[in-house]
C-alpha cells in the first residue's frame, strides 16, 4: 500500500476507490449467496418470522445510511456489507451508498490514513512501550464511553413508564 502513495494524489484515489468497490462489492454478493443458500436449507422457515421480517424492514430503510457510515469504522465495514448482502438489499440502494461509502473511505485513506499508520508504527518501532500504553489507553477511553451509554440507557429504560419503550 505504501507504492500506492508514492503515486500522484489522484491515480492513488482512484485505485483506492476501485480496491475497495471490489472488495466491497464481492463482499455484498457473497452475503447474498449465503441468503439464497439458507432459502434452500432446513432452516428457510426460521428467517420468515415476524422478527426477520421487522430486520429486513430495517435494514431497507436504513440499510444504505449503515453502508456508508461502515466505512468510516475499522472491523464493521465487512460485516456491514455482507449483511446488506443477505438482506438482499436492492441494488439500487446498496450501489449508490458503496460508492459514496467507498469514495469516502478512499479520500481517508490518500489524505491521512496511511499517514496515522506511518505514524503509529514510527512511534512503535521506537518505543514500544509507549505504543501500547497509548493502545491501552484508547481501549480504556472506548471501554468507558460503551459503560456510560450502557448506564445512561439502563437509568433511562427504568425511569421510563412500563408500557414505553425507550429506543
Do not use: C
Not at 109 to 126: Q, R, S
Amino acid at each position: 500500500m505504501d507504492d500506492i502513495l508514492k503515486l500522484p494524489f489522484g491515480a492513488a484515489l482512484a485505485i483506492l476507490f476501485g480496491i475497495v468497490m471490489i472488495r466491497v462489492n464481492v463482499t455484498y454478493w457473497i452475503g447474498r449467496g449465503a441468503a439464497a443458500g439458507v432459502e434452500r436449507s432446513r432452516f428457510a422457515a426460521r428467517f420468515h418470522g415476524s422478527k426477520a421480517a421487522r430486520a429486513q424492514a430495517l435494514i431497507q430503510r436504513w440499510g444504505p445510511f449503515a453502508v456508508v457510515l461502515s466505512f468510516l469504522t475499522v472491523g464493521v465495514q465487512t460485516a456491514i456489507n455482507f449483511a446488506a448482502g443477505a438482506a438482499v438489499m436492492p441494488l439500487r440502494r446498496y450501489l449508490p451508498a458503496a460508492v459514496a461509502g467507498s469514495a469516502v473511505w478512499a479520500l481517508l485513506y490518500a489524505t491521512i490514513g496511511f499517514a496515522a499508520i506511518d505514524a503509529w508504527l514510527a512511534l512503535v518501532a521506537g518505543s514500544p512501550v509507549t505504543g501500547v500504553l497509548l493502545l491501552a489507553l484508547a481501549a480504556a477511553v472506548v471501554l468507558a464511553v460503551v459503560i456510560h451509554r450502557r448506564r445512561r440507557a439502563a437509568l433511562a429504560a427504568e425511569a421510563a413508564p412500563a408500557g414505553d419503550t425507550v429506543v
